[in-house]
């Protein structure tokens, strides 16, 4: 290090020391840099030149002296080498006036990735829209169920609404609003439906549960959990009721399901996935290696779950599905992962994805928001700026996401949305598990 400069000035601005142990200081130190490359020779020209000179200084002095917390809400994932030092200079006006920056300069991205994935979904749903689609020699059956409001959902979001018939077994039938489109499948169907069930509790995927098994007159399962909660009339948000559709409390004479449900020749292993909601199990054909995953995997990135999902149990479900032999990995809302060439029904269907690659993207996804928010709480961050790290700007599934994700939170009034993700991190089962709470928790729909 060159005489009379000190570690704590080299921390504090850039200095450039040329071969005479000429020293250039901040803003200088830049320009005079700038000036050693073709491409950038001209700004460091210009910036070294009065009145562009002194406006940059003043800038250059303003993010030096708030680069700390600059770089975390930028970055997002970025860690000081001083975490004292960051709790000291992290300033309220410059976090959020870096975030707002990077807000800016990415609306004209929001906007094309907005509309770039407007028209792939409008597009997938006039693929899919009403129609069945039979896979590995008609063991699977996927249904498409639709109805005029509960429509918007796969115009807008993408998430389309199943019912799947694996050998012989009805799963997930929908919602009151999709029973038309459900009556017209089972006029279609060639292959008889010997028993009901369903994934979890939630209203796309119980409320023809009751009507479909006294119409075809065969049992209906469930595991204790789930039949707990629909053998009550379950109340609804109203947005979620008039959208996505009501539910009708089951009959008493259900079957309770623990470990399997027997297909027409083999049988169906219940593996509890909880994390999406407590009551949530997922169908394993171990003979085929497929996984009917029911919401327990919904995208890797997705980010405006129901306020019911427990992230710590999510990390947990994950961590063993993970483990487990899949080949084919069938999502609860229309997609199948698969590297297997046989499974080839339509592209707005299959994602040539390894289940396990997608299961571990979505693990390092949730790990990633977990890392966040203690390295926030570590740094005495407010809640909302900790939300704010959780949803950097640097990150491209952030801000090509980010319109549609509004818009979910706009029309659900609140209830799905980005802020769950973050808040579903303070809920767990095992008390000893828990982090501190971070937000105050809202009860929905009473
Ligand atoms: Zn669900």
Not at 54 to 77: D, T
Not at 186 to 206: C, D, G, N, S
Not at 338 to 358: F, H, K
Not at 383 to 397: K, V
Request: proline residues 6%; glycine residues 6%.
């Amino acid at each position: 290090m060159p005489p009379g400069l000190t570690l704590e000035e080299c921390l504090r601005e850039l200095h450039v020391v040329g071969p005479d142990n000429r020293v250039w200081r901040g803003w200088s130190a830049v320009a005079r840099l700038a000036r050693l490359f073709p491409w950038t020779w001209l700004v460091g020209a210009i910036g070294a030149v009065p009145p562009f000179s002194w406006i940059a200084h003043f800038l250059y002095r303003w993010v030096a002296r708030n680069r700390y917390s600059l770089s975390r809400c930028r970055g997002g994932a970025c860690r000081s080498s001083r975490p004292e030092t960051t709790r000291a200079k992290a300033s309220f006006i410059s976090f959020w006036s870096c975030r707002l920056f990077g807000f800016l300069m990415r609306f004209p991205l929001m906007i094309f990735a907005w509309m770039r994935r407007m028209t792939h979904q409008v597009r997938d749903y006039w693929r899919v829209r009403g129609r069945r689609f039979d896979l590995l020699d008609d063991r699977l059956s996927m249904c498409f169920l639709s109805g005029w409001r509960c429509d918007l959902v796969p115009l807008l979001f993408g998430e389309q609404f199943v019912m799947h018939v694996y050998d012989g077994v009805a799963i997930d039938p929908g919602s009151l609003v999709m029973r038309r489109s459900l009556k017209r499948h089972l006029a279609a169907m060639q292959l008889p439906i010997h028993a009901v069930t369903a994934t979890h509790h939630h209203e796309e995927h119980v409320g023809n549960l009751r009507w479909l098994a006294q119409h075809l007159e065969v049992p209906l399962y469930l595991t204790r959990d789930t039949f707990d909660i629909v053998s009550k009339p379950i109340r609804l948000p109203f947005a979620r009721r008039l959208i996505i559709g009501a539910t009708e409390p089951v009959p008493k004479d259900v079957i309770i399901i623990d470990d399997e449900v027997r297909t027409r020749d083999g049988v169906l292993q219940v593996i509890p996935t909880s994390g999406h909601c407590d009551d949530h199990v997922s169908f394993y054909d171990p003979e085929r290696r497929v996984l009917l995953a029911g919401d327990a995997f919904m995208g890797s990135y997705f980010v405006t779950p129901n306020p019911d999902v427990n992230a710590n149990q999510w990390v947990e479900t994950l961590r063993r599905l993970i483990d487990m032999p899949i080949d084919i990995l069938v999502e609860g809302h229309g997609h199948i992962h698969t590297l297997r060439d046989d499974i080839d029904v339509d592209n707005a269907l299959v994602i040539r994805q390894a289940p396990r690659d997608v299961l571990a993207a979505k693990l390092e996804f949730f790990e990633w928001i977990r890392d966040q928010l203690a390295a926030g709480r570590d740094e005495g961050l407010s809640p909302r700026m900790i939300e704010a790290t959780c949803f950097p700007w640097g990150q491209r599934w952030n801000w090509e996401q980010y319109l549609g994700d509004t818009l979910i939170r706009a029309m659900s009034l609140g209830h799905f949305s980005r802020r769950e993700v973050v808040r579903s991190f303070t809920r767990s089962a095992d008390a000893s598990e828990m982090l501190p709470t971070l937000y105050s928790m809202t009860i929905h729909g009473e």
